[in-house]
């Protein structure tokens, strides 16, 4: 059993930072992929960024290309997301997955083990 617990989120003007963590458990977490997602309200969960096991390979969506930066540190069994330059629609609650295999990475259906989420609100 594999335990995802996300934190970082908060309350953020626009154009200012946050950096969300993923702590994982229960897993080899340095043999498998990583993602990032984002769910606003009424909304679909949309992807966000992805890395792989080795964090030497990232994709991201175009929505936050050049903003968010995703890593990892297999040491501490935890992955990052670095966002910079928060806008309104960045405004959701934000989830990490776990990934095994080579799946599409920007389907939800691709991950198996989702953490709960942290809420992050970015304020006009």
């Known amino acids: 059993q594999v335990q995802l617990v996300e934190s970082g989120g908060g309350l953020v003007q626009a154009g200012g930072s946050l950096r969300l963590s993923c702590a994982a458990s229960?897993?080899?977490?340095?043999?498998?992929?990583m993602g990032w997602f984002r769910q606003a309200p009424g909304k679909e969960r949309e992807f966000v960024a992805t890395?792989?096991?080795?964090?030497?390979?990232?994709y991201y969506a175009d929505s936050v290309k050049g903003r968010f930066t995703i890593s990892r540190d297999n040491a501490k069994n935890t992955v990052y997301l670095q966002m910079n330059s928060l806008k309104g629609d960045d405004t959701a609650v934000y989830y990490c997955?776990?990934?095994?295999?080579?799946?599409?990475?920007?389907?939800?259906?691709?991950?198996?083990?989702w953490g709960r989420g942290t809420q992050v609100t970015v304020s006009s």
């Open positions: 229960g897993s080899s977490f340095s043999n498998y992929a």
């Open positions: 997955g776990i990934r095994y295999g080579s799946a599409s990475y920007y389907l939800t259906s691709s991950y198996t083990y």
């Open positions: 890395i792989n096991w080795s964090g030497s390979s990232t």
